[in-house]
């Protein structure tokens, strides 16, 4: 069973625990300016909203690189960058549309959520749930069950 | 580790920026943020230098834990000698900026001299530069927060600002950051002001490692985050109610000051509690709050976002005002509303929006708002001075006023801006300010809440809640329940309070995490992040350490055992109502044998023993 990262941002208070805990499994560091998740604030309403990469089936990014150096690990679903092969052209940055792929200056390759290999971090670093990793097949479960919780 | 052992020196006198090695030796004594900041404040500065004088020095400092994954590990603060109390201040701020510090690669800034101009630092990691201010002196908070962010096209550039009521010398006004979060006590902003200083601008991307053992910390802080989401108060009466949990409980048990502490109950306070900011307003079915806010890795979330009601007479043209921002928390609450006997939650949010845009303390504004009331109820102060307001308790109208003039310091604002020991003595009843070594009271009567008495009259910044909180033990049972009416083992209990919140201060980590956390939660976070020995034991002598180097400073900048004292309402003037109806605060039951454990002389300053024992 394929699982993906549901997010609500109704539910998130905008505390980055997520930001860290990513860009620690992935640099070792604390540094949300590394994290492939982001959080943003639309101060004015007040909402908080976390967003990164879909994994989208015809990826974008993946479809647009010249040497071939984004692959689908065939166990999670998930798009990851092979660093080794990458040449920092930022052709995919250019081709997501959601942004969620960007150029890293330190490592001069690209960098993106890889599900940190099937078990992310970020789910299990956020507070409220408002990050979620569940049954690709039913990101709307629980939406659904409020809706019929209604009816 | 977990401290990045860099500290950055910026002369402001000459220009001049410096790298130097954090003392390393000091931070095994004072762990770091509140206590290390002040040893070095303490070592480098004359106790009796005009506060608002080139000679005192304002330090922004981050603990060992700041940036990293524990939870709240998101404070800084600013340390510098208060011009309110003439001692020291120390205040704390949560929001993000302290993380961005660190994640740039400091501990700590001193800043040091004064600017021949209006200036600002920017920070990126390494680098650092004095750049001139002109065009965001004179502006408030946010529009130097909203000129800075578009200059450097930086969205994620974390800024902190002082408004135009420091620029104008209010003498409690804070440093802002992130819009609305605020080292909001003692008048640290009027320092930073005081020397040309208007913002700080950081964006680190460098990142926050170092950590002495990666596994025990992240096995200890998620076990510890667990301790928070499992408290009734942190995973349940923080996120839903803020630190307006409290309004209800402190009123229904006869301490919530009240029109300038006369009164110790609030007819007026189900109006203005976290529950009422719940309910929907009539006018577009909205309710005060729109949601719950983190600070950078807080997993509590008591932060309050909130909008005015559109149709209310402060707002109904000014649409800049219409939107979200940071709103009521309790210590707000108190002093904007049953301090000053206003019920109106909408003026009050407005007051609120005003201290964060032009940065001053809600608590001293509020305060000093009721002093200026109950002096123009006394007819010491008239509509002479106040431009024709009258201004008299439970007035919505002189709030508001009062806000916009000491946010800008125009009129009646600047006697306003001198807080309410300085109002009551320049209009002859000095009696009525209701204030310890100068700062105004939080939100706890001590004579409803003994403990706190103790607490506030020995506090090292003047009135202070959170340098002693035994409210938790008084009224909430935290760690375990005392009688609130009862002075017999509250020496004991302040102390040990006082102690551990200098710890946490000086951690990295917000203090509400103490509602559910103990030292024993708290120890092993900080032991397998740094380096040396953490045990509770070495935490609690370092709180006690830092605990007697702030006072011993103080004493060498004049304070003596005189100022360890309440107002006299306080020690004679009888609760009129509630359960502490009759009742004073005995703070005389309760100081010497406070002055005892601390190893002081009657006279309250440090026995050379005591000296010897802390190395100091």
């Not at chain 2, 940065?359 to 102060?381: H, K, N, Q, R």
């Amino acid at each position: 069973m394929l699982k993906s990262l549901q997010i609500e941002p109704e539910k998130c208070t905008g505390c980055l625990q997520c930001e860290m805990a990513c860009s620690y499994e992935a640099t070792g560091l604390f540094n949300p300016a590394k994290s492939r998740i982001k959080v943003f604030t639309f101060h004015e309403e007040g909402r908080f909203v976390p967003y990164t990469c879909t994994q989208c089936e015809e990826a974008w990014c993946m479809h647009a690189c010249p040497v071939e150096a984004i692959v689908v690990n065939q166990a999670t679903g998930a798009k990851e960058v092979l660093e080794d092969i990458c040449v920092g052209c930022k052709v995919c940055t250019v081709a997501c549309p959601f942004g969620t792929i960007n150029y890293v200056q330190d490592t001069k390759v690209v960098a993106k959520c890889d599900l940190c290999g099937g078990d992310p971090e970020c789910p299990k670093a956020c507070p409220t749930d408002a990050i979620t990793y569940v049954d690709a097949d039913h990101t709307g479960l629980e939406r659904m069950r409020a809706h019929a919780a209604q009816s | 580790m977990a401290w990045t052992k860099n500290v950055l020196r910026i002369n402001l006198t000459d220009g001049s920026i410096s790298k130097e090695p954090l003392n390393m030796e000091w931070a095994n004594d004072y762990l770091g943020q509140r206590g290390l900041a002040t040893k070095y404040l303490v070592e480098e500065i004359d106790p009796n230098c005009d506060a608002l004088g080139p000679d005192n020095k304002l330090i922004m400092t981050t603990g060992p834990l700041t940036g990293t994954m524990v939870s709240t590990g998101g404070r800084y603060s600013v340390v510098t000698k208060s011009p309110l109390t003439g001692v020291l201040a120390c205040s704390n701020s949560g929001g993000f900026i302290g993380n961005e510090l660190k994640n740039a690669g400091w501990d700590m800034i001193i800043f040091e001299g004064k600017s021949p101009k209006p200036v600002y630092l920017y920070i990126e990691n390494e680098k650092a530069e004095l750049v001139p201010a002109d065009e965001i002196w004179g502006k408030s908070v946010w529009e130097a927060d909203e000129y800075l962010h578009k200059k450097y096209q930086d969205p994620l550039l974390r800024i902190a600002a002082v408004g135009r009521s420091a620029e104008a010398g209010c003498l409690y006004s804070g440093i802002i950051n992130d819009l609305h979060r605020a080292a909001g006590r003692s008048g640290v902003g009027t320092v930073m002001a005081s020397k040309n200083l208007k913002a700080v601008a950081i964006r680190g991307t460098r990142g926050v490692g170092n950590i002495q053992d990666s596994a025990a910390f992240m096995k200890a802080t998620t076990e510890a985050k667990k301790v928070l989401a499992e408290n009734a108060v942190t995973g349940e009466g923080l996120p839903a109610l803020g630190t307006q949990v409290l309004m209800n409980v402190i009123n229904e048990m006869g301490a919530l000051p009240t029109r300038n502490m006369k009164e110790v109950q609030f007819e007026g306070a189900g109006d203005i509690s976290g529950e009422a900011m719940l309910e929907p307003r009539e006018s577009d079915g909205k309710p005060n709050l729109t949601t719950n806010a983190a600070c950078f890795g807080c997993t509590i979330a008591c932060g309050r976002i909130s909008t005015i009601d559109r149709t209310h007479f402060t707002i109904e043209n000014k649409p800049e005002y219409w939107g979200n921002s940071g709103g009521l928390e309790f210590e707000a609450a108190f002093a904007l509303g049953s301090d000053c006997g206003v019920n109106d939650m909408d003026v009050m949010t407005y007051a609120q929006f005003l201290c964060n845009e032009d940065g001053y303390d809600p608590i001293s504004f509020g305060c000093t708002v009721a002093a200026a009331m109950e002096l123009f109820e006394l007819g010491a102060i008239t509509t002479k001075e106040t431009d024709g307001i009258e201004f008299k308790f439970g007035s919505a109208e002189a709030l508001a006023k009062a806000a916009e003039w000491v946010a800008t310091g125009e009129g009646f604002g600047k006697d306003l801006g001198l807080g309410s020991k300085r109002l009551c003595e320049k209009y002859g009843h000095p009696d009525l300010s209701m204030t310890v070594k100068g700062q105004e009271f939080p939100a706890y009567d001590p004579r409803g809440i003994q403990g706190m008495g103790l607490a506030y009259a020995t506090s090292n910044r003047g009135a202070c809640h959170l340098r002693g909180y035994t409210v938790a033990s008084e009224v909430l049972g935290i760690p375990v329940k005392t009688d609130p009416l009862e002075t017999d083992g509250k020496a004991e209990l302040v102390k040990a309070f006082q102690d551990g919140s200098a710890v946490v201060d000086s951690a990295g980590i917000c203090a509400f995490t103490t509602f559910a956390w103990s030292m024993e939660d708290i120890a092993p976070q900080i032991d397998a992040a740094c380096e040396g020995d953490w045990s509770v034991d070495k935490c609690m002598e370092v709180g006690e350490r830092i605990w007697n180097l702030e006072r011993d400073f103080n004493n060498a900048a004049g304070m003596t055992a005189a100022d360890d004292t309440l107002p006299k309402r306080l020690l004679k003037d009888a609760a009129n109502v509630g359960p502490a109806k009759g009742r004073v605060n005995d703070l005389g039951k309760m100081l010497p044998e406070y002055y005892e454990l601390r190893g002081w002389t009657a006279d309250g300053k440090l026995t050379d023993e005591t000296r010897a024992r802390f190395g100091l």
